[in-house]
């Protein structure tokens, strides 16, 4: 069975500087696809950034990028800029490819951005 | 008005009760599911459906049951609540393509007394 283990339940950074949350995953697959979703206190989840597994780029959208080490199954993301509507939790997920839509998800990651 | 659409947003119940959450949806897509939040344990799998004829358990099935009235509405009912299923309840829709993208719904919180 495949998991995702986030390691740090809550942390804080202050506007305009740059925080990193880890995440790893445990899986014997080469196909899959890992994502970090944002949970605002609205609650609703939304997509930041996805990567495939097969691609060895790493993953960038706007002022979020991941850093994608397949070998050592690390797939942390870094908000660079931060600003207060980044305050969220910050959840891990990975997918099999060959299982469309049965994510794991992480434990989370509260992210706390202070003026 | 939200592609995927929870019903209700936010209930109080009592043990024993039966209770139901509804998801309809106007993405087109095929794949939907529900998924399960609770504090420390990130999002886990319930139930979910490829298509109205094809309903599969999750990680966490039981004491739950779903229906798939059609393509666009999904529901998860309780048949006897208890209180260790309170938490927030999420809808999710998929095209089931290569973006492997999970669309969500805005959330179901329950609490059961």
């Known amino acids: 069975a495949q998991t995702v283990t986030q390691s740090q339940p809550e942390m804080s950074v202050q506007e305009a500087e740059t925080v990193t949350l880890s995440c790893t995953y445990d899986?014997?697959?080469?196909?899959?696809?890992l994502f970090w979703y944002k949970q605002p206190p609205s609650r609703q989840m939304i997509l930041v950034i996805r990567?495939?597994?097969?691609?060895?780029q790493n993953a960038t959208e706007n002022r979020f990028s991941v850093n994608f080490q397949k070998a050592a199954k690390s797939f942390s993301l870094k908000i660079s800029d931060s600003q207060l509507g980044d305050t969220a939790m910050y959840f891990c997920?990975?997918?099999?490819?060959?299982?469309?839509?049965?994510?794991?998800f992480g434990a989370g990651t509260q992210v706390v951005v202070t003026p | 008005d939200a592609d995927v659409t929870q019903t209700p947003r936010n209930r109080i119940t009592k043990t024993g009760k039966r209770i139901m959450l509804e998801c309809s949806q106007t993405?087109?897509?095929?794949?939907m599911y529900w998924y399960r939040q609770d504090p420390g344990l990130g999002l886990r799998l319930i139930y979910y459906?490829?298509?109205?004829?094809?309903?599969n358990k999750g990680e966490i099935s039981d004491g739950y049951s779903v229906s798939r009235q059609a393509q666009a509405k999904f529901s998860l009912s309780l048949e006897s609540a208890i209180p260790n299923q309170t938490a927030l309840y999420f809808c999710?829709?998929?095209?089931?393509?290569?973006?492997?993208?999970?669309?969500f719904g805005e959330g179901s919180r329950l609490t059961v007394l």
């Open positions: 999710a829709t998929s095209d089931g393509l290569a973006s492997g993208e999970l669309f």
């Open positions: 899986t014997s697959e080469n196909n899959y696809y």
């Open positions: 990567q495939e597994a097969y691609k060895q």
């Open positions: 997920a990975f997918i099999l490819t060959d299982s469309w839509g049965k994510f794991q």
């Open positions: 993405k087109g897509h095929d794949r």
């Open positions: 459906s490829f298509d109205v004829k094809d309903i």
